[in-house]
């Protein structure tokens, strides 16, 4: 698929098909809304075998162990201590195999040159994935060794994202890999590189309709797609999405429970304890259970999952 391009003619075309570059796109809740400023922390991942998983994630996706205990480990890049990825080991755990909860957690590399330098990676290692062209970004997907889903991913400009009627223009079409790859220009890959962070959050749900007056009209994510077939996408301060929602998983797949290999938690970090608080009251009011600790806030989903408010 061709590229898209940010050109006078590209323009006049979108304009055509009443499609406008993003300027006010999304749908915000009718109450609480999270600040624009939020940004994800790291997720936390139950896993069968520690070792198993720390190999993958090290020698794989680029991770550098910044703690570890016995059954448990942090992961990030080399140049910081703060994590991405948390590892706690159940020993015998199932694998995450049609389950509700984690469809995929993503990390969003800098830049579309870092994207292209993991593409070489994985040929050389001979690591399969699968890969997607989004228009708003550029995305490869892998599974861990206990069915995990991890997408690895780099944002085009926000100036070649296109929006109709509030929502963004998102799709999934193949993948320029040759031109990634081009991209590096020839430079190796060395782990993931200062500026990785995670960008967002994607699970299975039972049902969007649910999902949505948890996590729009309670949590206070802004709607930015929701035609997306049996999808929804949310995210703060204008993103293509923090979170995604589907029901890909079909009506009869089940909550994993505390054998299966999971998500335990993900986080959303707040500008401010007073925000992360605000945000934990809006969930509360609407009737959902609230966990409050010292620094944080924990909610659950309808299905169980289960997401960590903090400030900053």
Request: charged share 20%.
């Amino acid at each position: 698929m061709s590229e898209i391009m940010n050109t006078a003619a590209q323009v006049a075309d979108d304009a055509k098909r009443d499609v406008d570059p993003v300027m006010d796109v999304g749908l915000a809740p009718s109450a609480y809304r999270l600040p624009a400023s939020i940004r994800l922390g790291h997720v936390t991942l139950q896993v069968s075998d520690l070792e198993l998983s720390l190999a993958y994630y090290e020698q794989v996706l680029g991770l550098h162990v910044i703690e570890r205990q016995s059954t448990r480990a942090m992961l990030g890049t080399n140049d910081s201590a703060t994590p991405l990825v948390e590892l706690r080991e159940r020993a015998g755990a199932r694998k995450a195999v049609g389950l509700l909860g984690l469809y995929h957690f993503a990390i969003l590399l800098p830049d579309r040159a870092a994207l292209g330098r993991f593409v070489s990676h994985l040929a050389a290692i001979g690591a399969r994935a699968g890969s997607s062209d989004h228009l708003v970004s550029e995305a490869l997907y892998l599974r861990d060794p206990d069915g995990l889903g991890i997408e690895v991913y780099a944002d085009r400009p926000k100036s070649t994202w296109r929006a109709a009627d509030r929502q963004l223009k998102m799709a999934s079409d193949p993948l320029d890999l040759d031109d990634l790859v081009r991209a590096a220009n020839g430079v190796a890959w060395d782990g993931m590189p200062p500026g990785t962070v995670m960008g967002h959050v994607h699970l299975h749900v039972g049902d969007i309709d649910r999902a949505a007056a948890f996590y729009h009209a309670a949590l206070g994510l802004d709607k930015m797609v929701w035609a997306y077939p049996g999808a929804l996408f949310l995210a703060a301060g204008g993103y293509h999405h923090h979170l995604g929602l589907n029901t890909w998983a079909g009506p009869q797949a089940q909550a994993p429970t505390d054998d299966d290999a999971r998500l335990l938690e993900w986080r959303i970090v707040m500008p401010s304890r007073a925000d992360a608080r605000g945000a934990a009251d809006s969930v509360s009011s609407a009737g959902y259970a609230v966990a409050e600790s010292v620094n944080d806030w924990r909610l659950t989903d309808p299905w169980g999952t289960a997401v960590r408010l903090q400030g900053s």
